[in-house]
């Protein structure tokens, strides 16, 4: 038997947008970055969608010993029709598989749940000697019904995912040489093996990419944000579009995420403006006396918001439940008195609101950003496109081998090697060659007063007091899974400490991405320690091959 665990009811899934990766545009390579508005609407559901849902949340029993319910029709509920139609919400059977996240990662899986298959194509011939003997050995069969763990063995790269090396290796034999070589995949789309599913998340399909100032670069090579059977490349071509210096802007990839989910024809199995308050798993009752158990599922629970802001409770059940929300959720703090203020903002949309209010400007008291990374460095740029004076503070020394600049070629991403020039070169104490702008390297801001003073602690051990006009901490970000029990915590390489993408992602099998504490429970993307969007398209390849073998052992 197992024990149903609760989380809070008020929590929400993606109180800030989902983002893969290493720090971009303000985190990782291949991950939207910066400037980040609020979610657009995601407009009208389409109807004809999988079974699995009921209109209102079932009523959970503390007294029946862990278990859940057994299933028993819907209530009715004042859910639009076509919305009712969406969700499925005239059937009250289990989906098979539910996605929490509609970034990359849902948005690959969700195509490969459809039925779409990767084969390898009979002339193809792999650069890599080892793979291709392995490849050669089961001609005509799927790469998601060989043995992965024997496939991806001796692969080396950029991740630690063996699995995501694998599928990157396929789509993208040579790219880390500089190399063109096209993919040694063909795709048949195999209606009968697709697995019934539904992708939830708050955004349209892309994600966070949605919630990103459009014209901000990405960090990745634009080729690497593409998804597969679709060139990002081929379609900028066919939308009159190109690429800035091998990279893309952040709303072309949004507008190709979008329109990937609609030329592949998945978007009946996605639910935009939903939002997750609650998972739970359990045992079911058993539907009669002397039945057998029946399998565990889990229960998802949370609302829709239309386009007037009015919202509608659901309730999901399923087998398996995916994690695919990115970790940038919730924004890292300081901790520090004064964090609070009115003035103190944790993303950089902040900054755009407050220079086309006339907040700051070139006249104003400087932007104080806080941060070393590429969020900052965003935010450096933007200011300084704007002519706003800035102070740029961080506690890290400028000879820190682990500061992200030193990790980016120059000639790709001249923009980042000028901040961190800057960073170099401009401290408070040396002459202006940047004028409008001053770092503080190995500053530490003790706190922030209602006056608009921060007040800082030198290496030395002194105080410096600086007036600014607004301040911005960009000092990275959190997941946020408050709908898990624990918020998740228990799941984490390390319970006893925080979840991290980077240090505690959640512990899965490199094999299949399922959890490694709870069965039917998988984890993908950034989550699982995927930090670049070319690479969390191999945990949607375990995922996926994890599932469709569960299928198969289903009875007749």
Request: aromatic letters at 6%; glycine letters at 10%; a neutral charge.
């Amino acid at each position: 038997m197992k024990v149903i665990f609760l989380a809070p009811p008020s929590a929400r899934l993606f109180p800030a947008p989902e983002i893969p990766g290493l720090p971009g545009l303000s985190h990782p390579l291949g991950s939207p970055r910066g400037n980040v508005r609020p979610a657009p609407s995601a407009g009208s559901l389409t109807p004809g969608s999988p079974r699995g849902l009921t209109a209102l949340p079932s009523v959970l029993d503390p007294g029946r010993s862990g278990r859940l319910p057994a299933p028993h029709p819907p209530p009715a509920t004042g859910m639009s029709n076509r919305r009712k139609d969406h969700l499925g919400a005239s059937s009250s059977e289990p989906l098979p598989v539910i996605i929490i996240g509609n970034g990359p990662s849902g948005i690959c899986l969700s195509y490969l749940l459809s039925g779409y298959t990767p084969y390898v194509r009979p002339d193809a011939i792999h650069p890599h000697p080892l793979l291709q003997r392995k490849l050669s050995e089961a001609p005509g069969v799927s790469i998601m019904d060989q043995d992965l763990d024997y496939l991806s063995e001796g692969l080396e790269g950029r991740c630690q995912s063996p699995v995501a090396l694998l599928f990157d290796a396929l789509l993208r034999p040579d790219t880390d040489f500089g190399g063109s070589v096209e993919s040694v995949l063909t795709w048949r789309h195999q209606k009968e093996r697709a697995i019934p599913h539904l992708v939830l998340g708050r955004n349209p399909p892309g994600g966070a990419w949605h919630s990103i100032e459009g014209s901000m670069v990405t960090l990745s090579q634009g080729e690497w944000m593409g998804l597969p059977d679709l060139h990002v490349k081929d379609w900028m071509c066919k939308k009159r579009r190109g690429l800035r210096n091998s990279r893309a802007t952040a709303g072309d990839i949004a507008h190709y995420y979008r329109d990937y989910v609609i030329r592949k024809g998945l978007s009946h199995n996605f639910v935009s403006s939903a939002t997750v308050t609650a998972v739970e798993w359990g045992t079911p009752e058993p539907s009669s006396p002397g039945a057998r158990d029946p399998s565990p599922f889990f229960q998802v629970s949370g609302f829709v918001t239309a386009e007037d802001q009015s919202q509608q409770s659901f309730s999901l059940r399923a087998h398996n439940v995916v994690l695919a929300t990115g970790t940038s959720d919730s924004p890292a703090r300081l901790g520090i008195p004064g964090e609070a203020l009115p003035f103190v903002h944790h993303d950089l949309s902040a900054l755009e609101a407050a220079t086309q209010a006339g907040t700051v400007s070139p006249s104003s008291d400087p932007v104080l950003i806080i941060g070393a990374g590429l969020s900052a460095a965003d935010a450096v740029l933007y200011a300084r496109h704007y002519g706003v004076p800035v102070i740029h503070a961080f506690r890290r020394p400028m000879d820190d081998p682990g500061l992200v600049f030193n990790q980016l070629p120059k000639m790709l991403y001249p923009e980042y090697h000028k901040v961190h020039q800057m960073m170099r070169e401009q401290s408070i104490l040396s002459p202006s060659p940047y004028e409008g702008y001053r770092s503080l390297p190995e500053h530490q801001l003790l706190l922030l007063k209602e006056d608009r003073q921060a007040v800082f602690r030198d290496p030395q051990g002194l105080q410096k007091v600086f007036g600014v006009a607004l301040v911005l901490v960009l000092i990275g970000s959190h997941p946020d899974l408050s709908f898990l029990p624990g918020a998740g915590t228990d799941l984490a390489v390390d319970p006893d400490q925080p979840l991290s993408a980077k240090r505690n992602p959640i512990e899965v099998d490199p094999f299949t991405y399922q959890t490694i504490h709870q069965e039917g429970l998988y984890a993908m993307g950034p989550l699982a320690g995927d930090n670049f969007v070319r690479f969390v398209q191999g945990g949607a390849l375990a995922v996926a091959s994890s599932l469709l073998r569960k299928e198969a052992r289903k009875p007749p």
